[in-house]
């Protein structure tokens, strides 16, 4: 039987070819050949990925909303701004949180108080861990994202994704043993118990860390909700892709709505409501500027608000002061024998 033409033989050949290989050598393309994270990035948000330039289909464009009660709204004011790169080159348009928007994500983080903090400390330790299982599961994604955003190289990027999934990890494993720690059986002059019994302040407010975005933001708020608190977290300004990409991972795990609400915007419009807010017990003011926090302490103190304020080293091993933090202490008595 005759060979058939050169031409059929090699169209067959670039049919076959599996994606990322070359028909010749079967051989898959280094990294570097692949697109740049950078650009993936943007090509998403644009909605011109892969895909995307062709006439049969344009991929779906990605919003960037905010997070509150498990629900992903736009600002109510309909408000965005442009998160960028490095290099100024915009990366995504992000929600842009208002005033109301803090509001509607106080009263969902108090609604959720009663039932995150009754809560068994084994089940929100339980929750907690499968958060970092869905974190593994995106690692890739954050990675990218802080190349994208924070201008970090690739290594370092998946070095930060790392700790941050390993710090999650380890607060998970605090939620039944933080008792143990911060409560005592205390000895008194009496035929009575007397028990310091650890309880959760409530609604507690962060100001995330400018940067790193992930790792930054999950040393604030793995301590305050595996203690049985409640969060609304602001975001990095600068680098906010990270925060909403952890509200998707949220959504999709056991986390009850309400117990972390994310809003996106200006720390420096939003850090002095949740300050004066009458209904928030505790603020974290460690993503705040210096100059402003003198102020924000002052506003907190309307309500006799927690304030802890702390410049740590994300790099250093985490320790449990951030967990103590947002705790109360309860005593009880109890006479015994009866």
Known sequence: MPDRPAAA????????????????????RARGDRPADRAAVRANARGDGPGGGSSARVDVRKTYKLFIGGAFPRSESGRSYPAAGPDGA????????????????????RKAVAGWAGATAYNRGQVLYRV?????????????ESVANEGVSRAEAERQ????????????????????????????????FNFSVPEPTGVVALIAPAAPGLL???????PVIATGNTAVVVASESAPLPAVTLAEVLATSDVPPGVVNILTGRAAELAPVLAAHMDVNAIDLTGAAAADRAELARLAAGNVKRVFTADDDWAAPP?????????????????IGV
């Open 132 to 144: 970092a299982e869905l974190l593994q599961g995106r690692a890739a994604q954050f990675a990218a």
């Open 161 to 192: 994704v790392a700790e941050a999934i390993d710090r999650w990890v380890w607060y998970a494993g605090w939620p039944d043993k933080i008792a143990q720690v911060a409560g005592a059986a205390n000895p008194v002059a009496g035929p009575y």
């Open 90 to 109: 915009v990366l995504a348009h992000v929600a842009l949180a208002s005033r109301k928007d803090v509001r509607d994500a106080v009263v969902a983080a």
């Open 319 to 335: 320790g449990p002061a951030r967990m103590l933090a947002f705790l109360e202490i309860k005593t009880v008595w109890h006479p």
């Open 9 to 28: 033989r090699a169209g067959k050949a670039a049919k076959t070819a599996k994606p990322g290989k070359t028909p010749a050598s079967g051989k898959t």
């Open 216 to 222: 930054g933001l999950v040393s604030v708020l793995a």
